[in-house]
Structures are given as C-alpha cells and as structure tokens.
C-alpha cells in the first residue's frame, strides 16, 4: 500500500522517508495509549489513596495524592512503570523452579499450549485430508464442525478436566486436550481450503500424467495448502494459548498463567494480573514468532521467492 | 467395481442384523430376540431391506436403507429398556449396532453421490445429509453409554440430558437471561459499534488509521480473555463485568475488520466520487461503508463466538449466583453431570442461533456480493 493510496487520493505536500510513514503513526498512538493509561490510573485510584491518607489523618498536598496512585499497593489500575517493574521481579528476582516464579508459570502454561497446538494441529490436518478426499465426509462433518465452532467451547473446559480427573488423568493432558479441540478448527479449515487449492487444470494435468491419489496428494495438494497451513497453524497457536490458560482456571489449578490470574483475583493483586497478562502477551508474540520463522524456513525449503 | 463393494456390504449389515437373532445380547441372562416376537420381526424386515438395497437401483435403495436403519435403532433402542441389557450388552447387540451404522454410512454416501437437477433439491440434500449424520451421532452416543453402562456421573446419555433440559426450563432460561441477553448481548452491541465508529474515525485521519491498524492486528492476537478478572474487579460480580470483557474482546476484531473493509473500495470508485465532487459523508454512505459491509459482516460473526466466550470464562471469576459459565462450574463440581451438559446444550443452541441470525442479516444486507451469486 502506497502513502498516497492511504491519503485517500489528497496530493502529499511532503514526502517523508517510508520508514517515518510506516512508525511514526504507531508510536504516537502507544505514546498516546500510555499517557491516557496514567492519567485514568491517577483518577481511578484517587479514591483509595484520599481515604488512605484521610484515615491516618495526614495532611496531604496534591503531588502527595498524586505520587500515591502511582503507587499505591493495591491499585484499580496499576501504572505502566508499576506492572514492569512486578513483571521483572517476577521473571528475574525467582530462580526459575520456584512457584513464585513466573518463568515457572509460563512454562507450565507454555507446555500445555505445545503439546495442544501439536495434537490439536495434528488431528486437523488429518481431519482435512480425509475430508478433501471423502465426499460423504465433506457433505456430512463439515457442517458439524463449522458448528462445532459456535458453541462456546471454553464452556466444556471445566467438565473436560473434572470428568478426565476422575478417570485417572491428570496434570498437562487434560489442559492440553482443551486446547487441542479449540485449535484444530482453524487448521481443518485451512487446510481442506488449501488442499481444493489447486487449479481444475492442474488436476487435470495429473490425471494426464496417470498420477495416483497418493501422487497428486504428495506432489500438488500438499505442497499447495503449505501457505493455508501456516496462516491457520498462526491463528491456532494463539487459540492454543487462551485454551491451556482458561484450562488452567477451573480446577483451581496450582500452576500456569490461569492459576495466576485467578490467585491475583482472590487476593487483589492486581498488579500480578497485569504482570501475568504481559507474560501471556509476551508468549503469544514469540509463539506466532516461531511459526512466522518455521514459515520462512519452509518457504526457503520449498524455494520460495522471498 | 464401486457397485458390487457396496453390495457386499449390504450384505455384511444385513447379516449383521440376523446374526443379532442368534448370538446373546447380554451378559447377564437375558431373552433372546427370539423370544420377543415384535422385535424380532422388526429385525427381520431391517435386514431384508439391507439385503433387498443391494440390488434395487440407487434412489429406491436409498430409502429401503434408511427404513432399515430406522427399524434397526428402534430395536436396539427397545432393547435397552430392559434392564437385563443396559450395562451388559454384549456380541449380539454390538452387531446390531454395527448393522444399522455401516447401513446408515452406506445411506449417506449414496446419498451425498446423487447429484439432482432441480436446485432446491440439492439444497433438501445438502441440509438432510448432516441433520442424518447428526442424528446417528446421537444414536450411537445414546447406545454407547447405555449399552456399556457407562455411569452417568461421567457421561450420561442424550435422552438425560434431554429430559433435564426440558425439566429445568426455568433455571435455564434464569442463566440464558443473565449471561446472554444482559452479559453478551448488551457487550456485543456496545463492543461492535465501538469498534466500527472508531474505525469510521480512523479511516477518515490517515494519520490515526496507520497508528490503530498494526496496534489492532497486534491486540487481536493477544489472549485478551485475561482482563476477566480486572474487568470484575471494577465491575463487580454481576453482569456489567461480563458486559465489559465483552466490549474489550469485540472491539479489536471489529475496528481491524471495519478499516480493511473502508480501504476495500477501489481507486475507480473513489476517483468516480471525486469527479461527482461528493464530499466525505456522501462517499463514506454510498461507496466506502457497502464495500466495507462483507468485512463487517465477517467481524461481527467471528465476534458472535467471541463474545459468548469471553462472558462465560469472565463468569469463573465471580457472578450472582446464576448465568451459564457459574452453573457449569458449580455443578461440575457436585458431578451432576446432566445439568452441565443441558447447560453446554443450551448454550450450544444459543450460540448456532445467535450466529444463524447475524449469517441470515448477512444474506439480506450483502446479496449482491460474489460469494453468494452461484
């Protein structure tokens, strides 16, 4: 896109250099965000920290109330520079075993996201392949599955995990069985998208050469969904992600992101909520990361131009 | 060559079914179907009508199938309304079983290989095939649990759940009200139409549009869900908690949606515009806002998911004590499992409806667009 085809049509007076065009817009707007954060985070935490000062009877000016917002133990909404600060004592000031830790609840929660996104990911390839070459699978599952969807999955996290406890599973598997069955939608689709990809004449073409199902499969509808693949395999590692942290929520669980948030709710620890959200948003920006990487590397392989 | 595989299992599932006749039912000591001379009949005529489909043409075999496959799940279904079956069935009934599935896989295939001419009955076949591959789902979790006696504490039947959801209505529609209509409906309202004025406003400063686009697309991908328990916090417990997850959560899908869609217009239609001298207002009502309706339309549906998530996960962080996300978890916890499941059933038919009706206000705002010309 084109700094003029954004302009809607206006001639540009100045040209600026690409570079300026592309971030400058962005980083005013975070600028913008942050600064909106401080201000509401002084005005909605004035209330606690007035009362506060009112009950020990000191005299207090208004830098004082100020200065208390943003600092306050407890506040409705901690400031940027308060949840940063939590976020790097929780990450760096605990070796990594300790429960204290949040690489420690990051792990747990990122181990249960791997082996969901795996399963889940697994299950839907296979679930396309078999629908692309089954007709009576694509009249008769499709529709269940696109229904599938529409019920509010997350709603069955908690009976999934109870009814499998009480048959002797426990721990990672449950939690990664949720957020194998909330991602494996988006790859199914995906990919039985990518695999009816290629062109009437290109099947054709195979049929010409006297291909088999097993060579046409190998040799043009693989390799033509990769690009659906990867553009699924993205928005279902996210997916992946919110399953084992939701996961994470009913059982009370002791470890994980989820058990974070929800320990922060039961005791008002809002900045640990907030400190957990960065280290969920960090995970989800490094999962996408990986699969953007193992895209390219793919890409490179299969003799992509980049 | 086709033909003659599916004769041989025809044959198979009609064998099945007279196999049932002979081989015990049960475990436990229990009538045979040869002493239950109604049911015996009944098996009788499904498996005759297996057999006969094997060498009628398709369209009649078609219908002798799913007759047979109807007589056949009455008998199984019958069978298990005495006791000395349920829990304990064995060989004789699983065959049965078997029968009446590769039959009704037969049925299907067949079905879905005809092809007719009239439009309107591609359309009749394209909705009965999954209602009857639905359905024989139902079938065969009804009798899996029945037949194997799993306990209900772990996984009851259908017809449990259906007889608890039809014995709850009251509770039901409480927790359908309180998350639906005030948590999700009033979120999604308000979520929705933030995010399509902020992204009218966005397209409008190009300035804006570039700053909010990537910090969108970047939010978007976050696992925003985790506000839930802030969003109680200064909420409180009732519904506008849940209301205000859901206006965070619906928000970002639809301002990136919205700004896609407002940059969707050609440079041939803008510059036609322009040559009208139509000034922002005008362009925006007749050009930019249609040709932005598909991506609209797209957000609101994957909001429509969204936003019945985002309340029921928002309602494990505290509620009054109804809506759909508190009675899940309560009564998952007293193992009664029934009632869970009435609830996911309610909010599964909740869930299909509330995004029937936004597919449906799709159809009737966006005809015009290619993917619905055929």
Redo the contacts between chains.
């Keep these: 896109m084109t700094s003029s085809a954004l302009s809607s049509g206006r001639p540009a007076e100045i040209r600026w250099h690409p570079l300026i065009v592309r971030y400058a817009p962005v980083i005013a707007i975070v600028l913008a965000i942050i600064a909106i954060w401080y201000v509401a985070a002084v005005l909605m935490n004035m209330g606690i920290v007035r009362s506060g000062f009112e009950r020990e009877e000191t005299p207090y000016t208004i830098a004082d109330l100020i200065s208390g917002t943003l600092s306050a133990e407890r506040p409705l909404l901690p400031a940027p520079h308060q949840i940063l600060q939590t976020f790097g004592e929780d990450v760096f000031g605990w070796p990594v075993t300790s429960p204290r830790s949040l690489v420690f609840h990051s792990w747990v929660t990122l181990s249960s996201t791997f082996i969901g996104f795996l399963l889940g990911a697994g299950f839907g390839i296979i679930l396309a392949v078999l629908i692309v070459h089954v007709r009576t699978l694509q009249k008769s599952l499709l529709p269940w599955i696109i229904c599938s969807q529409m019920v509010p999955i997350l709603a069955v996290a908690p009976i999934v995990i109870v009814v499998l406890g009480s048959i002797g599973l426990r721990g990672l598997l449950p939690k990664a069985l949720i957020s194998a069955y909330l991602c494996f939608f988006p790859v199914t689709i995906g990919v039985v998208k990518g695999l009816s990809s290629p062109d009437p004449i290109q099947l054709d073409l195979m049929r010409t050469w006297s291909a088999t199902a097993a060579q046409i499969f190998w040799k043009l509808r693989w390799p033509s969904s990769v690009p659906f693949l990867f553009a699924s395999l993205k928005v279902s590692i996210t997916i992946s992600l919110i399953g084992a942290i939701v996961a994470e929520l009913p059982t009370g669980a002791q470890a994980g992101i989820g058990a974070r948030l929800l320990a922060g709710s039961y005791y008002g620890q809002t900045i640990q909520i907030w400190a957990a959200l960065v280290a969920a948003s960090l995970l989800a920006v490094g999962l996408i990361g990986l699969v953007d990487l193992a895209e390219r590397w793919v890409g490179r392989a299969m003799g992509a131009r980049t | 060559m086709k033909p003659d595989w599916q004769r041989g299992v025809f044959f198979a599932a009609a064998l099945g079914m007279l196999a049932a006749i002979v081989v015990p039912l049960s475990s436990a000591p229990a009538a045979g179907l040869l002493a239950r001379p109604g049911l015996l009949a009944l098996t009788v005529v499904a498996a005759a009508l297996y057999g006969a489909a094997a060498f009628v043409a398709p369209r009649l075999s078609i219908a002798m199938t799913f007759a047979g496959v109807i007589l056949g799940c009455f008998v199984t279904l019958a069978l298990l309304r005495d006791d000395a079956v349920a829990g304990t069935a064995t060989w004789g009934f699983w065959l049965a079983v078997v029968a009446n599935w590769i039959a009704a896989?037969l049925g299907?295939?067949r079905l879905?290989?005809v092809r007719p001419q009239e439009k309107s009955a591609a359309r009749a076949i394209?909705l009965a095939?999954?209602l009857?591959?639905?359905a024989f789902?139902f079938y065969l979790w009804e009798v899996a649990v029945r037949g194997f006696g799993v306990p209900s504490?772990?996984?009851p039947a259908p017809s449990a759940i259906a007889v608890r959801f039809a014995a709850s209505l009251m509770m039901l529609w409480e927790d359908f009200f309180q998350t639906f209509i005030l948590g999700v409906l009033s979120g999604y309202v308000i979520g929705c139409s933030a995010g399509f004025l902020v992204a009218v406003i966005a397209h409008r400063y190009?300035?804006?549009?570039?700053?909010?686009l990537?910090?969108g697309n970047?939010v978007s991908?976050?696992?925003i869900?985790?506000?839930?328990?802030?969003m109680?916090?200064?909420f409180g417990f009732d519904w506008p908690s849940k209301a205000a997850v859901v206006v965070v959560i619906t928000f970002f899908p639809m301002l990136v949606n919205t700004l896609a869609g407002l940059?969707a217009a050609g440079?041939i239609e803008?510059?036609l515009m322009?040559s009208y001298g139509a000034g922002h207002g005008q362009t925006l009502r007749k050009l930019y806002l249609p040709a932005a309706m598909p991506f609209i339309f797209n957000a609101l549906k994957i909001n429509?998911?969204l936003a019945?998530?985002g309340a029921?996960?928002a309602e494990?962080?505290?509620t009054p004590t109804r809506g759909?996300?508190f009675r899940?978890?309560i009564e998952?916890?007293r193992?009664a499992?029934d009632v869970?499941?009435a609830?996911?059933a309610l909010?599964?038919i909740a869930?299909?409806a509330?995004?029937g009706i936004v597919a449906l206000a799709e159809r009737a705002t966006t005809f015009w667009h290619p993917s619905y010309r055929t």
């Design positions: 896989w299907v295939a879905a290989a394209d095939i999954p009857l591959f639905g789902l504490v772990l996984f190009t300035f804006l549009g570039r700053g909010l990537p910090i970047f991908a976050l696992p869900v985790g506000i839930a328990p802030i109680v916090m200064w940059n440079y803008r510059d322009r429509s998911t019945f998530i029921i996960v494990f962080f505290g759909i996300g899940i978890s998952a916890g193992m499992l869970v499941w609830e996911i909010a599964a869930g299909m509330f995004y």
